[in-house]
Structure formats: structure tokens, C-alpha cells
T-cell receptor
């Protein structure tokens, strides 16, 4: 069974631009969560999607948004990029909501110049 | 609120040495506890988990016991190998059913031959 895939793997943008990251969960998994990893703040939860609905949101500004499609694939969008948005963005999929194991993708490395 | 405090790194050990990485948590209710490992350039992989007090999670020679009285979940391995070099994250998931993990800051382990 294929794992969680994230595209692109690397991305370079400039301040003020917007970016869209994509995550394809493991086949059959319906919940997708997004995390931001930075050296200063560590791993922080962004949001969770299940059945095309945002179920939970972390403490991030409204510039960070996401969505989930009927096939459970998810995208996250960051508008008006800031230097501090440079990070590794990780996506994790779970079979369903609850305390199940989350399977992580390799991440998208975003650099904002 | 929920939080995880993890032993600061980096940790450097010789091959076959004993490993302990301390992890304590603060949570309401009865969280599930996890150890994740991140190898260079990769996403996170679940190493082990425990879902209730006194449970012992184990995998690949690593062990951790859920201690509610001390709110701890320390990671141990009796004999480390060079291939164990990675960053280790302690995490908790609360009982709300949401798929968001609260992570510690991570501990970088380097094992030298």
C-alpha cells in the first residue's frame, strides 16, 4: 500500500506570494492533518480535515487555510507569505478520527525569500 | 492545556550504550502517548505508543511505559546502534477524538561506532 505522498517536495517563494501544497493520504484513510515544523517552534498542528470538513484548527492566522476533496486528498494554502512561514509542512493521514496512528508524509520544504 | 516537555539534546552515545530520553506531559483527562522518529530528510514514523496508564509500548528494542503518577513516558533502549541516529519526538493525543498531536521539541540522537 502506498504511503502518504506530498507534492511538491521543495518550494521557493517570495514574500507576499501565495502557495498551495498537496497531500494524498493512504488509500482508504479519511482524516488528514497538517503540521508545520520549524527549528524555533518545533512541530505545531495546523488543522485537520475529515469527510471534506475542517474538524479542528491550531493557533495559526487566517492566511493558512485548507480543504479536502471527496477522494480525501487535501490541500493547504498560505496566502501573503512571510519569511517566518519558511518551514517543513507535514501531512498525516489516519483511517478515521480518534487516537489511531497517524502516518506522515515526507513533507514539503517551503522557503520564503 | 496539553503540552509535552522533552529532554534537550543533542545526545551522543557510543554504539551498544544504553539510551534514555525523558518525556513528561501535561494534559487534561487521559491522553494517548507516542514516540515518533524522524530520519534525515524524511517524515515522522511512529516508533511506539501507549494508550492508558501502565501500558508499555515497544518496538525495535525501544520501550516506554505510560506513568500517570509521574506524567512521564520516557524512551529507553538497552543497546543503541548507529542506525538509531535520528530525531525522536514525544507526543500526546487528547481524548477529544481530534487527530491533532502535541509534540515535544525533539531530541537528536547521534550514535558513533
Amino acid at each position: 500500500k502506498a504511503g502518504v505522498t506530498q507534492t511538491p517536495r521543495y518550494l521557493i517563494k517570495t514574500r507576499g506570494q501565495q502557495v498551495t501544497l498537496s497531500c494524498s493520504p493512504i488509500s482508504g484513510h479519511r482524516s488528514v492533518s497538517w503540521y508545520q515544523q520549524t527549528p524555533g517552534q518545533g512541530l505545531q498542528f495546523l488543522f485537520e480535515y475529515f469527510s471534506e470538513t475542517q474538524r479542528n484548527k491550531g493557533n495559526f492566522p487566517g492566511r493558512f487555510s485548507g480543504r479536502q476533496f471527496s477522494n480525501s486528498r487535501s490541500e493547504m494554502n498560505v496566502s501573503t507569505l512571510e519569511l517566518g512561514d519558511s518551514a517543513l509542512y507535514l501531512c498525516a493521514s489516519t483511517l478515521h478520527r480518534g487516537n489511531d496512528e497517524q502516518f506522515f508524509g515526507p513533507g514539503t520544504r517551503l522557503t520564503v525569500l | 492545556g496539553n503540552s509535552v516537555t522533552q529532554m534537550e539534546g543533542p545526545v551522543t552515545l557510543s554504539e551498544e550504550a544504553f539510551l534514555t530520553i525523558n518525556c513528561t506531559y501535561t494534559a487534561t483527562g487521559y491522553p494517548s502517548l507516542f514516540w515518533y522518529v524522524q530520519y534525515p530528510g524524511e517524515g515522522l514514523q511512529l516508533l511506539l505508543k501507549a494508550t492508558k496508564a501502565d501500558d508499555k509500548g515497544s518496538n525495535k528494542g525501544f520501550e516506554a511505559t505510560y506513568r500517570k503518577e509521574t506524567t512521564s513516558f520516557h524512551l529507553e533502549k538497552g543497546s543503541v546502534q548507529v542506525s538509531d541516529s535520528a530525531v525522536y519526538f514525544c507526543a500526546l493525543s487528547d481524548q477529544t477524538g481530534a487527530n491533532n498531536l502535541f509534540f515535544g521539541t525533539g531530541t537528536r540522537l547521534t550514535v558513533i561506532p
